[in-house]
């Protein structure tokens, strides 16, 4: 068996383990707590897979198109949703925390904060 096909993946993995306890660092210098703080890294770590996710079609993409398109076209998905998720109101959910539905914790799981 060849030592490089042994040793690669095992490297991989130590540095992916390092990132997360490097990335649970950052919460011991937070003094105190904010949901903001919370939503945030939810977020960052969110987009992250996403983006870890995709990496394969990406590659093949970028065989085809060019790394810079497939980059471009991205990222642009992801403005394109942020902004539909602005535009579109949300009075829909509003309205159902305040008439009592039976799927308040659900509701209250995300983001939005009554």
């Known amino acids: 068996m060849n030592t490089i096909t042994l040793w690669f993946p095992l490297v991989l993995t130590f540095l992916a ?4 306890g490097f990335g649970s660092l950052i919460s011991l210098f937070i003094r105190e707590y904010k949901r903001s703080y919370l939503q945030f890294s939810l977020g960052l770590s969110a987009g992250v897979m996403v983006y870890v996710s995709f990496a394969e079609l990406l590659a093949s ?4 198109i060019g ?7 991205f990222f642009n998905g992801i403005l394109l ?7 579109i109101p949300h009075e829909y959910i509003e309205e159902r925390i305040r008439g009592g539905s039976g799927d308040r914790k659900l509701m209250i799981m995300g983001s939005y904060r009554p």
């Open 17 to 20: 383990g390092i990132s997360t």
């Open 61 to 64: 993409a970028t065989e085809t």
């Open 67 to 73: 790394f810079l398109k497939v980059n471009i076209a």
């Open 81 to 87: 949703i942020m902004a539909l998720d602005f535009l």
